[in-house]
């Protein structure tokens, strides 16, 4: 178990890398395919792991709570029907050490 606090600036470093985009990407309001689908992991993430509500992480990157909670339906979606979306998130988990 990891000893210190993990936050989603390391949510969104981590995510960067194993997507292969910068941190501001993630925080732009691009449309591009691959960049949602890396903001919707840190959504996820940052909503099961550091348990924040939807109007924080909506806060943090700049978005409205309606996109937090359609980004958030994308990934469990995402990640229930394709395994190459899981196999990123799940090393994106074991980076973080979560």
């Keep these: 178990m990891r000893n210190t606090i993990i936050t989603p600036s ?26 949602v689908a890396a903001r919707d992991i840190c959504f996820k993430i940052c909503k099961d792991h550091l348990l924040m509500v939807q109007d924080e992480i909506g806060k943090y990157f700049n978005k409205n709570r309606s996109s937090v909670a359609h980004g958030l339906r994308r990934a469990d979606r995402n ?17 973080l050490e979560l």
């Design 10 to 35: 390391d949510v969104c470093l981590n995510t960067a890398s194993v997507f292969n985009k910068n941190t501001s990407q993630l925080m732009s309001e691009t449309r591009q395919a691959s960049v």
């Design 79 to 95: 990640l229930s029907k394709h395994p190459q979306y899981k196999k990123r998130y799940d090393t994106i988990i074991e980076r």
